[in-house]
């Protein structure tokens, strides 16, 4: 029988899950002013949107989602005022995802607190260790 006092697993799956919940309690403290009513998740979609825009098939592609979740979470945004769907002049038969100006904002806010946060690790760990962190990461994160 397991105690409720034992420690947590320590395997990378749990360590790499509280890393990114320090992260986002982070970004949530930082953004909590802002009336946006989103979820982490649709902070990193609008985060991952290129101001020129991009069509929904590939930033569902770039975001790792469905077409039909991607949707869900475009709708949000695009309720709440920080995206837009428009036709894509190239191909008139296809929409371009872009955020607005209050999207880019919260944005570039949010690409600070990503900066911030990564920044404040760098410092805990060093540079050579978070250089090496990151180059581990980058090398998981391409074996798609």
Known sequence: MSSVNEEYPTHVFNLLGGALTVAKRLMEAEIADEP???????????????????????????VGMTKQSLGEFVAALQAAGYLRVEVDPQDRRARVVSPTDKGVRLQQRILQIFADTEQRWQDAVGPRQWATFRKVLTRLAAEK
Do not use: D, K, N, Q
């Not at 009513?37 to 592609?61: D, K, W």
């Open 36 to 62: 946006h009513g989103l979820r982490g998740s649709h902070l990193r979609l609008l985060s991952m949107t290129p101001t020129e825009g991009i069509r929904p098939t590939e930033l569902a592609t770039r």
